[in-house]
């Protein structure tokens, strides 16, 4: 049974640890990945992008999918269903009506206030439903974005006024974290992190964690991260492994090898993403 991100994401925060997100494209990998958090009894979050919703053929079917996995594999630990950068209150809705339990509104590219009117409409309608919001303050940027300019950072103030405005269950502030690889060394304002953790008092989620050193991941969660979210890292191991075997066999056709072919590499990064956001817990 899916639930939403609410009591897993206040357990993080009160203990000191995060809650992984991983995000997947397709079946395989949503067996991969839930088959490493049963075996760890680590709490899950699947997040699956738009792009991704088109790509496995609907909302209805990435629903479909994750709950007859978890059925088949006697999935027992809390799985969240989470609609990420959902660019529109439509999409949001549209996620939600389909047995999603979770979504992030990003409406970061607008003014404050148009960003806060959006988010309040998703969390009003997404409440009404048990379902969870995330919301976005400044910009969590691509790998085409200048990491040391101003726009990449969260005013603490906006934070304040968004979270408190607009009733939102978790937050997404820009502390200098990119989506997709890093070019250069990733340069995460700690400080920031921890002003706005104690300022908006719900749980704090970073973006892009692909390419951070395993230390300043744990020193974000040490000043207020509970959620981190990782996509790229799953993706470059996979098509790594998939390469390999590809040039070594080169006379395999059968869809299920090739694929199958990835699933150790996914499972190891899914391991280690877990002991890592554990890791400095001493609860």
């Given at each position: 049974m899916?639930?939403?991100?609410?009591?897993?994401?206040?357990?993080?925060?009160?203990e000191?640890y995060a809650?992984?997100?991983?995000?997947i494209?397709?079946?395989?990998w949503?067996k991969?990945?839930l088959?490493v958090?049963?075996e760890?009894?680590?709490p899950l979050?699947?997040?699956v992008s738009e792009?991704?919703?088109?790509?496995?053929?609907?909302?209805?079917?990435?629903?479909?999918?994750?709950?007859?996995?978890?059925?088949d594999?006697n999935?027992t630990?809390?799985?969240a269903?989470h609609?990420?950068h959902?660019?529109?209150i439509?999409?949001c809705k549209?996620?939600?009506?389909n047995g999603?339990t979770?979504?992030?509104?990003?409406?970061?590219?607008y003014?404050?206030d148009?960003?806060?009117r959006?988010?309040?409409?998703?969390?009003?309608?997404a409440?009404?439903?048990?379902?969870?919001v995330?919301?976005e303050?400044?910009h969590?940027?691509?790998i085409?974005?200048?990491?040391?300019?101003?726009n990449?950072?969260?005013?603490?103030?906006?934070?304040?006024?968004l979270v408190?405005e607009?009733g939102?269950?978790?937050?997404?502030?820009?502390?200098?974290?990119?989506h997709?690889?890093?070019?250069?060394?990733?340069?995460?304002?700690?400080?920031?992190?921890r002003?706005?953790?104690?300022?908006?008092?719900?749980?704090?989620?970073l973006?892009?964690?692909?390419?951070?050193p395993d230390q300043t991941i744990?020193d974000?969660?040490?000043?207020?991260?509970?959620?981190?979210?990782?996509?790229t890292?799953?993706?470059?191991?996979w098509a790594?492994?998939?390469?390999?075997?590809?040039?070594?066999?080169?006379?395999?056709?059968?869809?299920?090898?090739?694929?199958?072919?990835?699933?150790?590499?996914i499972k190891?990064?899914?391991r280690?993403?877990?002991?890592?956001?554990k890791?400095?817990?001493?609860?």
């Open positions: 899916l639930v939403n991100t609410r009591n897993m994401l206040r357990k993080a925060k009160e000191g809650v992984p997100q991983f995000n494209n397709n079946l395989e949503t991969y990945i088959e958090c049963e760890c009894k680590s979050i699947l997040g792009g991704a919703v088109k790509y496995m053929g609907g909302y209805k079917t990435v629903y479909s999918v994750v709950i007859g996995v978890m059925s594999l999935i630990i809390p799985v269903l609609l990420d959902g660019k529109s439509d999409y549209k996620a939600i009506e999603f979770s979504v992030m509104i990003d409406s970061s590219s003014p404050l148009e960003n806060i959006i988010t309040k409409d998703v969390v009003a309608y409440h009404s439903k048990g379902v969870t995330e919301a303050v400044g969590i940027g691509g085409e974005d200048d990491i040391n300019g101003d990449v950072y969260a005013k603490v103030g906006d934070c304040i006024k408190t607009t939102v269950d978790s937050l997404a502030p820009a502390v200098g974290s990119v997709g690889l890093y070019e250069g060394e990733a340069k995460i304002d700690l400080e920031r992190i002003l706005i953790s104690e300022a908006v008092k719900i749980p704090l989620v973006h892009g964690g692909t390419g951070i744990i974000c969660i040490q000043v207020g991260i509970s959620k981190i979210n990782v996509n890292e799953l993706q470059v191991a790594k492994e998939i390469r390999l075997f590809l040039n070594n066999n080169q006379s395999v056709y059968d869809p299920r090898k090739i694929i199958g072919s990835g699933s150790d590499a190891k990064v899914v280690d993403k877990i002991i890592l956001f890791s400095h817990n001493k609860a």
